[in-house]
Structures are given as C-alpha cells and as structure tokens.
C-alpha cells in the first residue's frame, strides 16, 4: 500500500489516538527515569522491617550470614546470598524494582519513608 492510500483512509480519530499513545508513552518514561527524592531501601527479613537505610550513601551491608547488599550512586544490588539459584544477584542494580530472594525470606524495597506498600512472602 502506499503512503496515500493510507493517509486517505485516516480519519482525525485516528491522529488523535496516535497523539494520545505518544503523549502516554512520553509521560510514564519521564515518571519511571526521573529520581525520587528521599529514597530509602527497606530491608524485610521473615516479613519483618529489619532496618532502613538512606539511598544516598554507599556502603556493603551484611544482613546475616546469608546475604549481603551493595547501595552506590543511589542504586542497590545483592552482592552475596547462600540461596541455589541466586536470582537475586543476577538481577543486578536496580533503583525501582524489589529484589526478593524467596529461600531466606528477604525483601529489599527501595521507597520513601511515607510509601508503605509490603510485599509478603508466604
């Protein structure tokens, strides 16, 4: 089909939900690459807050004898965990996204302090 063939059969409908889709699209990337401010991980252990710690500094945490965590340049990432598939290391740094490791019954959130969604791992 060619170009004109196409564009006759548009009708303004049609632009406007394209303009909507990329004005989405432009909103919700700028919403996920932006930082936010006062962003803190949030260290679950057997569904229980085990401690907080500010994003903004760097430093290597051992948790217990099972997992060790890495926050640097406001990111954080497990560094080290006992667990058979090792999941939780292969995710990498990450800035939004939770890192779970299900054996040893670990959560790590990054949020701010106001945001207290759980995840619950049964």
């Not at 989405?24 to 690459?33: D, E, K, P, Q």
């Not at 058979?84 to 670990?106: A, E, F, H, S, Y």
């Amino acid at each position: 089909m060619s170009w004109k063939l196409i564009r006759a059969q548009l009708r303004l409908a049609d632009f406007v939900l394209v303009a909507l889709v990329i004005c989405a699209i432009i909103v919700s990337a700028r919403h996920f690459t932006e930082p936010q401010a006062n962003n803190q991980v949030f260290v679950y252990k057997d569904n229980v807050l085990w401690n907080v710690y500010p994003l903004d500094r760097n430093d290597v945490i051992m948790i217990d004898m099972h997992n060790t965590l890495e926050i640097k340049d406001a990111k954080v990432r497990m560094i080290k965990a006992d667990c058979p598939d090792k999941r939780c290391i292969k995710q990498g740094w990450t800035d939004k996204m939770p890192i779970i490791c299900v054996p040893n019954r670990l959560i790590v959130e990054i949020k701010t302090q106001e945001n207290e969604h759980k995840l619950i791992l049964h």
